[in-house]
Structures are given as structure tokens and as C-alpha cells.
């Protein structure tokens, strides 16, 4: 049985914080706003997890309110929820993401992302497939105010 679960996530930027995404620290001067790490792709891809067995959303299960999450490394959330997934009974099948951030340029950091990634999630590389856009310049993220990231996540159940 194959189940399917669709991600989505925003976070501002704004200075004197780490740009972390996909599990990955990008140079740049700005870093993403949240009570976590603010990694925008892993929380895209959690969530997709978790639509796909209708569970509870990320910030319910790691509420900003918990001073457990604060600054919260999103691997080891990412973690948390690959076990939720496999105690039920699934396994990754595959991901698909995209990351929307007008700058900086995403590409160079994709391998190392998807060796995290992957890693965590007990996939081939093939079975994850991580895109980058812009906003051609509209919008939040066009104006580098924010960064967006969104997953579609298909599950398959071994038991
Ligand atoms: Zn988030």
C-alpha cells in the first residue's frame, strides 16, 4: 500500500542567524527566523511525512512553545519522525522538494543535502529529488524577506 503526503514551509530571513537547510550550512549573511533551526526543507519534508499517514503537523508534534525545540537541530526531528513512520510500517519510497529562495544559490549545496538526507532516511540517492527556484524577483521570497520549501513524499508499507 502506497500513501502519499504533500509538505509546505516558510521562514524569514533575517540577520545574525546560521542559514540552515536540507541539513546543511549555506554561507550567506542572513539566516532563517524560527524557535528551531528554521531548516525550511526538512520541516517541508516532515510535514509531508506525516500528511501522508494523517499525523499530527510538525508544529504540533515539536510545538515553538516546548523550550526542548529551541534552536533544535531539524535532523534530529527529521529522525524522530522517520521512526514514527517505520513503526507504522512504511518505508520512503520517494521525495520530491523544491526549495524557492530568490538567493542565495542553492545548487552547489544539493549533493551534501542529499547525503544527509538520504542517510537519515534510508534511501538511495535517486529516491530523492531536491529542486531550486527563484520567485523571479515577486513576492517575499522574490525580495529575499523569506525562503519557501515545499515536498511531495510518497510512503510504501512493508508490514
Ligand atoms: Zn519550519
New binding site residues.
Partial sequence: MYRIGLGY???QLTAGRDLIIGGVKITHEKG?L?H?D???LI??IIDGMLGALALAD?GTLFPDTDKKYKDAD?TILLEEVYKKIRAKGYVINNIDCNIIAQEPKMMPYIPKMKDVLCKILEIPYEDLSIKAKTKEKMDAVGQKLAIEANSAVLLKKIK
Fill in positions: 514551509d516558510i521562514h532563517l524560527g528551531s528554521a531548516d525550511v520541516h517541508a510538525i531539524s
